[in-house]
């Protein structure tokens, strides 16, 4: 078994601490460690580093390598730009030298997950589904009707695998509305799409060579003749959710294993607030999360729901706040509203517009 860590994602509702320079994956938001060195540490002892593969843009390269010095530079396979997950997964299928039955992982580098080994024992369990040449996704039980995430629809009775239960899938449902979601999440069968999937090489290939030719000919195409940046600049992004697997499941080519690992994909302000939040009360903490940086300090009097993350060089205090996202680095202040916290993109879409590139 090996792993392939999908380091992309710009992160841009967690502007102005993750930047283009150096974005979401490359933090250190939840504890001494950045997401994407805990993603590679919560795999071990199942997938010993020598097996850990990193997909990148080419701009960050130099910061995987500093960040994760236990996994081989050889490793690292470099992207000439961001062309959404279905690219990445097709250069790591066709780059990558495994046997063509061995089982590949594949996940984000800037998700968080609490019970490391429950996450394991998901992954071994889906690696004995995938053996047979299942595409599996990991699906996470819902608790709100949440419309940022995409859901899996389960369908038939489980076969139990290394104890734990594997549905086959009927679809994937992108991002629905409010009421919709609520609909799947009453309908007992729905799980939010953790972006973690297991599959055997093979299969994957044929997989997109069936529903994405366009993309594995290209990207194939272009490491033969040695000119990759030429046909990512052709290939379309999309992601590898509707490259692969809706079209795949609606064929039954796909399981899904259900997860309860605190998982979340700290996609927002609130997000990560909820999670530093209960890491807190768990402790015997209270609802008020602060970071203070190099040089600076936080102080709070009577606030409760607030995330205070001073990385400016300045003193932040907070008086009698509720439900409130504080974020202050040298060049700018982000003051936001919790639950308006998915709004913060559009901070960073009127940036780019305007041409505040140095912002970004």
Not at 48 to 74: F, I, N, S
Not at 216 to 239: I, K, M, N, P, W
Not at 245 to 250: C, D, G, H, K, R
Request: charged fraction near 20%; proline fraction near 5%.
């Amino acid at each position: 078994m090996y792993a392939v860590i999908l380091a992309g994602g710009g992160g841009t509702r967690l502007w102005p601490l993750s930047r283009v320079a150096r974005p979401k994956p490359f933090l250190a938001l939840t504890g001494d460690e950045t997401l994407l060195q805990a993603t590679v540490a919560r795999l071990q002892p199942l997938i010993d580093p020598a097996d850990v593969y990193l997909v990148a843009d080419g701009r960050y390269a130099g910061l995987v390598k500093e960040q994760l010095r236990v996994v081989p530079e050889a490793n690292l396979v470099t992207e000439p730009v961001g062309r959404n997950t279905a690219a990445a997964v097709a250069l790591a299928a066709l780059s990558i030298e495994r046997p063509s039955d061995d089982v590949m992982v594949v996940l984000p580098a800037d998700h968080r997950i609490t019970d490391v080994a429950g996450f394991r024992d998901a992954l071994a369990a889906a690696a004995e589904v995938a053996a047979d040449g299942s595409l599996v996704a990991l699906g996470t039980e819902p608790d709100a009707p949440a419309t940022g995430y995409g859901y899996i629809l389960a369908q038939g009775k489980p076969r139990v695998v290394g104890g734990m239960p594997a549905f086959s899938v009927e679809r994937f449902l992108e991002k629905p509305s409010e009421e919709r979601a609520r609909e799947l999440i009453e309908g007992g069968r729905a799980h939010w799409n953790a972006g973690i999937f297991v599959w055997r090489r093979d299969a994957l290939l044929e997989g997109l060579a069936r529903y994405a030719p366009d993309i594995l000919e290209a990207l194939g195409g272009g490491l033969e003749g040695s000119d990759l940046g030429a046909a990512y600049a052709e290939v379309r992004a999309t992601s590898i959710d509707y490259a692969l697997l809706e079209p795949a499941s609606l064929e039954g080519r796909v399981a899904v294993v259900p997860i309860a690992v605190g998982w979340s994909d700290l996609g927002s302000w609130a997000a990560l607030l909820e999670a530093l939040t209960a890491d807190a009360l768990a402790q015997g903490g209270s609802s008020v999360v602060g970071h203070a940086g190099d040089g600076a300090t936080t102080i709070d009097i009577d606030s409760t729901d607030l995330l205070v993350h001073a990385a400016g060089g300045r003193l932040v205090a907070t008086v009698g706040l509720e439900g409130l996202v504080v974020i202050d680095t040298p060049d700018a202040l982000l003051v936001c509203a919790a639950d308006r916290a998915q709004d913060v993109k559009r901070v960073v879409d009127r940036l780019a517009a305007e041409g505040q590139r140095d912002r970004l």
